[in-house]
């Protein structure tokens, strides 16, 4: 899939994945006519991106965004309370605000980039007219899934 544009991903930290590679856009193509940003995040949660949406929009005027989540992700191994759980291990004088903490875990990868796509949506910091579109990459196949286009 070849994109172009203001176009910022919203990816997760997982190294395995290569947003501008998945959606065809090299090093050398990322020019002023193309300004792919990926905002990265452990499961590329929208929740956790949208400071960096606020920014972007205001630096250089949003169109369209995309979700991108991906198959074995490790937040789709693992559990908010198992987290929280871990975390309070290794802080645990901070229990109580930890208890409030979300990391963004994954059930489902579809409903979760569908979820993500609403939350951007019906933000009321994002504007109106902002397109969202959200895929999920597999990570053996190299397929691109469409979710939300």
Same mark, same amino acid.
């Given at each position: 899939m070849?994109?172009?544009?203001?176009l910022p991903?919203?990816?997760?930290?997982d190294?395995?994945?290569d947003?501008?590679?998945?959606f065809?856009?090299?090093r050398? /193509?990322l020019?002023e006519?193309t300004d792919?940003?990926?905002v *990265?995040?452990? !499961?590329?949660?929208?929740?956790?991106?949208?400071r960096d949406?606020?920014?972007l929009?205001t630096?250089?005027?949003?169109?369209?965004?995309?979700?991108?989540h991906?198959?074995d992700?490790?937040?789709?191994?693992?559990?908010?309370?198992?987290? *929280?759980?871990?975390?309070?291990?290794?802080?645990?004088?901070?229990e &109580?605000?930890i208890?409030n903490?979300k990391f !963004?875990?994954?059930?489902?990868? /579809?409903?979760? $980039? =569908?979820?993500?796509?609403?939350? %951007?949506?019906? &933000?009321?910091?994002?504007? /109106?007219? %902002?397109? $969202?579109?959200g895929?999920i990459?597999?990570?053996k196949? !190299?397929?691109? =899934?469409?979710?939300?286009?």
């Open positions: 070849r994109l172009a544009g203001q991903h919203i990816a997760c930290c190294g395995r994945i947003p501008e590679k998945i065809g856009l090299s050398a /193509e020019n006519d792919a940003i990926t *990265r995040n452990a !499961g590329g949660r929208a929740e956790f991106a949208v949406l606020l920014v929009d630096l250089v005027g949003l169109k369209d965004v995309i979700v991108l991906h198959t992700c490790g937040l789709t191994h693992i559990t908010d309370e198992e987290l *929280r759980k871990a975390v309070k291990g290794k802080v645990p004088r901070k &109580s605000e208890d903490m !963004g875990e994954i059930a489902n990868l /579809e409903e979760a $980039v =569908q979820t993500d796509v609403k939350f %951007l949506k019906s &933000s009321p910091y994002l504007k /109106e007219e %902002l397109k $969202v579109h895929y990459f597999d990570l196949t !190299g397929l691109l =899934q469409t979710v939300v286009e």
